[in-house]
């Protein structure tokens, strides 16, 4: 990052001795006599320094001020102020507004170069947090959500209504593949949170005491196997956002103490006395009927109704299949950029394919056939032969009848979702054995327990 340093100052002397100085030490430097000059240096020549070194006192108005009344206007730079006659006000003032330090002259070159180099370092680091928001806002921006159908058009106004009101929690619905996760982070990019952090979790992917651990963290010696002290991801996000996937997967203990911290905005680590206070926002998704789940006492209602201050219930793909104009020639584009290739041609007789399919996995399922049909196209055209576009339903039917039972048979096309494969193995093996849990869970090598959590999680009949 180039070193660039804006010096005010109106004695000429100590402003030139300082120029030549800090030149020679292969700095930027763009020097100014007064406040007005420093003004139209930054406001209207559009002048970026990293660091800002000001006298405190010039002939035109106090440099403190000049900051206060700036420093929204500008990209970020670390100020560092000189002053013959320096008093606490002035220094407890300028610590308030953010400057890095505030120095009395006359100030000893070394000393000064030690706090320059410090200032300098850590103004690379809030630049690169500043690029990296920028590049996270304008790739998950509320345009981000492509769509041309009314359900597409109603998300993004909610995304842009969203995105400029500090929410604490909201949930986002929707099936397998809608995109929950890329509306999360348009939520969390375009919101006044977007220079914090972002961390996720899936609660279906962990089991009860690894999540527990997870989010909470823990202490030395908390359980067997913790040797160290652990910051969970409650305390990662503070400041930021926790987006938790799949929460209905969350075992109902852990409902009761995730309900507890963002009531009390505190939590203990596993093994901890110490309370520590955060201040997140939490963005919960799910692919299941949360209401019904509270009915059937699955789900805990408290929770719900504090995370449910918004909701966000998204179409799956096959109810705005107009989507399919915009979704397909981005898709094409990203994958022409990433294998080298040069699709533009789409035919009449995809297009009718595309329609016509009901795309049970959503975009995550419409963007797996567009990759392959990418990879291996050997022209222009997008070929049509790679589409192998099948309903699991129509596929399932067409297996039904065979007759050895000991096997089932799924696409690995990319038509079914991972979720969607095991919940069709679940239910096949349910079905062969009349419905019966332990005959099932036999049948499939694993336990009643293991088979009961997942029989609830795609909402299956058994008989126990």
Same mark, same amino acid.
């Given at each position: 990052m ?12 100590l ?9 020679q ?5 763009t ?5 007005? $000059?420093? @003004?139209?240096?930054?406001?209207n ?9 000001? #006298? ?13 009344n ?7 730079a ?5 002053? /013959?006659y /320096?008093?606490?006000?002035? %220094?407890?003032?300028?610590l308030? !507004? ?6 009395? @002259?006359?100030?000893?070159l ?29 790739r998950?921006? +509320?345009?981000?959500?492509? =769509? $041309? ?10 995304l842009?209504? !969203?995105?400029?009101? +500090?929410?604490?929690? !909201?949930?986002i619905g929707?099936?397998?593949g ?5 509306v ?11 220079q914090?952090?972002m ?10 005491e690894?999540?527990?651990s997870? &989010? ?5 010696g ?10 969970? &991801? &409650?305390?990662?996000?503070d ?31 596993? =093994? /901890? ?10 963005i ?13 006492g699955?789900f805990?209602? #408290? !929770? ?9 219930a998204?179409?799956p793909?096959?109810?705005?299949k $107009?989507?399919?104009e915009?979704?397909? *020639? $981005? ?7 990433k294998a /080298?290739? @040069?699709v533009?041609?789409? %035919? ?7 329609k016509?399919?009901?795309? *049970? ?5 419409l ?7 990418? &990879?291996?196209a050997?022209?222009?055209?997008? *070929?049509?032969?790679?589409l192998?576009?099948?309903? +699991? ?7 039904s009848? #065979?007759e050895?039972?000991?096997f089932?048979?799924? +696409? ?14 679940? @239910? ?9 849990l ?5 049948d ?11 029989v ?9």
């Amino acid at each position: 990052m180039i070193k660039t340093l804006l010096i005010i100052e109106d004695e000429k002397l100590l402003g030139s001795e300082l120029s030549r100085h800090y030149r020679q030490l292969g700095w930027e430097v763009t020097l100014a006599a007064n406040l007005a $000059q420093a @003004k139209e240096q930054l406001l209207n020549q559009r002048l970026e320094p990293l660091l800002i070194l000001s #006298d405190m006192n010039l002939p035109d108005g106090n440099a403190l001020d000049f900051m206060e009344n700036i420093k929204a206007g500008i990209t970020h730079a670390e100020w560092l102020f000189l002053t /013959g006659y /320096g008093s606490v006000p002035d %220094s407890v003032k300028a610590l308030r !507004l953010g400057a890095y330090d505030f120095l009395e @002259k006359p100030c000893d070159l070394e000393r000064l170069d030690l706090v320059i180099n410090s200032a300098f370092r850590s103004a690379c680091i809030q630049r690169r947090v500043i690029d990296q928001t920028l590049q996270g806002y304008r790739r998950y921006s +509320p345009e981000a959500y492509v =769509g $041309q159908s009314e359900q597409a058009r109603q998300t993004r106004q909610l995304l842009m209504r !969203l995105t400029q009101v +500090p929410f604490s929690a !909201l949930i986002i619905g929707g099936e397998t593949g809608t995109g929950k996760g890329l509306v999360a982070k348009i939520l969390h990019y375009g919101g006044n949170r977007a220079q914090q952090p972002m961390v996720e979790v899936n609660c279906a992917a962990l089991p009860r005491e690894m999540l527990e651990s997870e &989010l909470f963290g823990h202490e030395s010696g908390a359980f067997t196997g913790a040797t160290g002290r652990h910051r969970g &991801l &409650l305390e990662q996000a503070d400041g930021g956002t926790l987006f938790m996937d799949e929460i209905a997967e969350m075992p109902l203990d852990l409902q009761a103490k995730l309900l507890k911290v963002i009531e009390d905005r505190k939590f203990r680590r596993l =093994g /901890g006395e110490k309370e520590i206070s955060v201040d997140i926002q939490i963005i919960a998704a799910s692919h299941r009927d949360l209401e019904k789940m509270i009915a059937e006492g699955d789900f805990r209602s #408290d !929770l719900y109704h504090r995370l449910s201050v918004f909701k966000i219930a998204l179409s799956p793909l096959r109810e705005a299949k $107009q989507d399919l104009e915009e979704l397909v *020639p $981005q898709f094409i584009a990203e994958y022409n950029a990433k294998a /080298g290739r @040069k699709v533009s041609k789409i %035919s009449s007789s995809v297009w009718e394919k595309l329609k016509q399919h009901d795309w *049970p996995g959503n975009v995550r399922e419409l963007r797996n056939v567009i990759e392959r049909c990418v &990879l291996f196209a050997e022209d222009a055209e997008f *070929p049509e032969q790679w589409l192998q576009l099948r309903n +699991p339903q129509t596929f399932s039917a067409n297996h039904s009848g #065979d007759e050895n039972k000991q096997f089932i048979r799924l +696409p690995l096309d990319g038509t079914m979702a991972l979720d969607d494969m095991d919940s069709f193995i679940i @239910k096949t093996a349910l079905e062969r054995a009349g419905n019966n849990l332990t005959a099932a869970a036999r049948d499939l090598g694993t336990t009643r327990e293991t088979l009961r959590y997942r029989v609830r999680k795609y909402q299956l009949r058994v008989d126990e």
